[in-house]
């Protein structure tokens, strides 16, 4: 397990002082407090979770019936949310990069807020519009008697919510890196609009895409607040593994933390995948 | 690039955040009520009139059901001891009997169901409890009962959206026993975390039915429509309550468990509902 978690360590260290500075090896007192206070609070909860592990049962733990069940939920759900943002979120991408309109600051803000939002406030909002006395769950019901609460479309919709964001911005920023030359270039040439989209922006898009698809599926994997509050918890139809840990904490705290190793591991690969992006070039 | 980067970075601490946010969310710790910490200094004059002052901080961990009826008995003590701030820490006593298992710190531990306080006892984590209110349970609807739900029957209907308490809550493990009784078989949307979640999804208009306690019916007013269920089917409650062992406030403490058995505590708690053993 230590060789799993090294990435983790790795960053840190990155981070420290550069390789100019390595003369000046008396940090100020207060300062190396905080590191290593700072360094603690990320390590010690990690380092008691896999204490608490029960190894030799864990296999057991995780293929009873309730525990597979909330991980082919969280599967579905988290996969099904990916498509979505994809659908959903690279054209807002393209429109926050690529276009200027008034308001378009504000937009990008609207579009970034689920990020800084408390999920549970997500839940209540997601009421507000989609629930049965919601803005537009109200006329759906009346219209075709489908209400998204206490569904598996509702977690969807929860965790697109909370999750898609994330695609969003990382996408964004993919697009403006796309040197436009190269599609000027293509267009010069006589490639039609979808064909430089195709052939020339979305291959130079593609490692930012991929990008923001791990963050936003390991965000849906991990969303609790919003599906909670919005879609309730119900195993088999509601209850992703979130939600199970949560609940297993008090019926089998050993069940529970065997889930939380799933989802820390699944954390943990997500990083090691975009470590050349956000860790600070190769390990 | 370098723009980038930091742009990436923002991302990345963002999520992370954002992770550990989602972690605590929906998990009640101690302080959610919290309503006169700023008020320790109010009406000293008072102090003197009471044999024993009582000062500081009394942290009492209570089942949700007790949300409104401890909050005011909380007051009444707060009254009579000026110095002293009574804090609620409010969830389905399987939850609190987790984190007290798991050594968060309590004063007071009043629990909706035997079951849970029995798990704390075990770990000799409290005193001797003692039971001090009763419950029933009800059918809540929505106002004016558009579906005309009258019975526990009713609730197997295609047609109701029926919310309850997991099977962990105490709600749920008495909702589940009448349902037993009755030999109704229903299909719940949703096993909420607590008594109050199961509440509010009927006042939000979510759910179309739920069953949870009398009290909660009280307390909820206009907003539902409570339903009786006859005796012969309903299930009764037992509330019991303990000082903590490790108390830090162990004379206020057991002032709280004296309050709720005195005649004045006794009032409060049938004016919200709840019998008296």
Known sequence: MSLDTRPLVDPGAAHGPGPRRRGERLLPAAVAVALVAGLGLFLLPLAG???????????????????????????????????????????????????????????????????????????????????????????????????????????????????????????????????????????????????????????????????GMALAWARALGEFGASITFAGNLPGRTQTVPLAVYLELERDADTAIALSLVLLVVSVGVLVALRDRYLGGTT | MRVRLVTALTVLATLLLAVACAGTTGRPEGGAADPDAADSGRADADTETTSTPLRGELLVFAAASLTDVFEELGSLLEDAHPELTVTFNLAGSQTLAGQLVEGAPADVFASASGTQMDAVAEEGLVDEPVPFATNRLAIVVEPDNPLGIRTLDDLARDDVVLVLAGEEVPAGQYAAQALEQAGVEVSPASLEVDVRAVLGKVVLGEADAAIVYESDVVVAGDTVQGIDIPDGDNVFATYPVATVTDARNPDAAAAFVDLLRSPEGTEVLERYGFGVP
Not at chain 1, 144 to 166: D, H, K
């Open chain 1, 49 to 211: 979770l896999l204490l608490r592990t029960p190894w030799p049962t864990l296999g057991n733990l995780l293929t009873e019936p309730r525990v597979l069940q909330a991980l082919r939920l969280s599967l579905v759900t988290s996969l099904v949310s990916l498509v979505l943002s994809v659908l959903l979120g690279v054209p807002l991408a393209w429109l926050l990069a690529r276009t200027d309109f008034p308001g378009k600051r504000l937009l990008r803000a609207l579009c970034i807020l689920p990020m800084v939002l408390p999920p549970v406030v997500g839940g209540v909002a997601l009421l507000t519009a989609f629930g049965r006395r919601g803005v537009l769950g109200a006329p759906l019901e009346r219209l075709t008697g489908v209400t998204l609460p206490f569904t598996t479309a509702g977690v969807v919709l929860a965790v697109t919510f909370v999750s898609m964001p994330f695609l969003i911005v990382t996408v964004e920023a993919g697009f403006r890196s796309v040197d436009r030359r190269y599609e000027d270039a293509a267009a010069t040439l006589g490639a039609s609009r979808w064909t430089v989209l195709r052939r020339v922006t979305l291959p130079l898009l593609a490692p930012s895409l991929l990008a």
